[in-house]
């Protein structure tokens, strides 16, 4: 079955940095678009960064761009969201998630995404 594995999370100071890992098995890794979201306690999830199966394409949200970057390997069925200057307001537990090339949905709208990883917690303070 589809498995997605986050990990690289953990505490930071602000203006620092973290690198976030998603490890994928169980379906063609290769030829899923893949996503970051995140969901702060009382917030609704939403899209932080998507890449197209190649990696040539890239999606962000208004707030993370010019700081963070994704990318994936596909060799080693790997996705990463690299974070820097963070900030205290992107604490939050983040995902990654996998949808079939097939979706219509908008790359950053979780709906189109019917595959998800358990989260990894990331927590800026000021």
């Known amino acids: 079955q589809v498995q997605l594995v986050e990990s690289g999370g953990g505490s930071v100071r602000a203006g620092g940095s973290l690198r976030l890992s998603c490890a994928g098995s169980g379906y063609p890794y290769s030829a899923y678009p893949m996503a970051w979201f995140r969901q702060a306690p009382g917030k609704e999830r939403e899209g932080v960064a998507a890449?197209?199966?190649?990696?040539?394409?890239?999606y962000y949200a208004d707030s993370v761009k010019g700081r963070f970057t994704i990318s994936r390997d596909n060799r080693k069925n790997t996705l990463y969201l690299q974070m820097n200057s963070l900030k205290p307001e992107d604490t939050a537990m983040y995902y990654c998630a996998a949808r079939p090339p097939t979706s219509t949905a908008a790359m950053l709208d979780p709906v189109g995404y019917p595959y998800w990883g358990q989260g990894t917690q990331v927590t800026v303070s000021s």
């Open positions: 890449i197209y199966p190649s990696g040539s394409i890239t």
